[in-house]
């Protein structure tokens, strides 16, 4: 069988969706502004990745007020963490396996 790279999961192989996620799986939940602290995001760049992220089912958000004084508060779902660790097992793959080949087909690459 042929050598093939794992699979990494696209949705969290983004930066700051790969913070939020590894944030909460930290935490018990964390806040928005919490979390727009924590990573350096722009308000409306982190809305945006908790929604896809909630969207795909890796986290859940509950809101409680409304208008200025609303709170929003993220968890990671049971599904985030298994595919976060997926994720974090295929990078640890990724870096410890090495291509086989022979220094003949090396070559011809190089």
Known sequence: ??????????LLHNELRLKIMVALDSLESANFMYLCDITDATR?????????LQEAGYLEVSKSGSGPSAR????????????????EQGLRRLFSERVPG????????G
């Open 1 to 10: 069988m042929a050598f093939k790279f794992p699979v990494i999961n696209p």
């Open 44 to 52: 409306g760049n982190l809305s945006v990745q908790i929604k896809t």
């Open 72 to 87: 929003s508060v993220c968890r990671i779902t049971r599904k985030g963490m298994e595919v976060l660790h997926v994720y």
């Open 102 to 109: 022979d220094k003949e087909s090396l070559q011809k690459i």
